[in-house]
């Protein structure tokens, strides 16, 4: 059983920084892409970045420029700068068997999600 572990949320203030992280374990293949979703309020669940083959990324319009993701071994990142208190929300990490992990479609595996509260 595949289990995605995050970590990292908190309160900062408009400006802030934080980094998330999700350690990936029980898997028996290699999951070839991993990726940060998020759901802010009055939004559905939407991408944010993601990293395939540990190393081609993609980021939404949202996260450009002031989003990276990164990946170590089974453990990926998300470090998020300037944050803005339209960024607040849950974070969840996905993971797919498969090469891209752009879309809800394309994801096999979950985390719990981690809070992002950012205001001052």
């Known amino acids: 059983q595949v289990e995605l572990v995050e970590s990292g949320g908190d309160s900062v203030q408009p400006g802030g920084s934080l980094r998330l992280s999700c350690t990936a374990s029980g898997y028996r293949y290699t999951l070839l892409c991993m990726a940060w979703f998020r759901r802010v309020e009055g939004k559905e669940r939407e991408p944010v970045a993601s990293?395939?083959?540990?190393?081609r990324t993609t980021y939404a319009d949202v996260a450009k420029g002031r989003f990276t993701i990164s990946k170590d071994k089974n453990t990926v990142y998300l470090q998020m700068n300037d944050l803005k208190p339209e960024d607040t929300g849950m974070y969840y990490c996905?993971?797919?068997?498969?090469?891209?992990?752009?879309?809800?479609?394309?994801?096999?595996?979950w985390g719990q999600g981690t809070q992002v509260t950012v205001s001052s």
């Open positions: 990293i395939e083959d540990g190393r």
């Open positions: 996905a993971a797919a068997r498969g090469g891209s992990c752009r879309a809800e479609a394309f994801v096999n595996y």
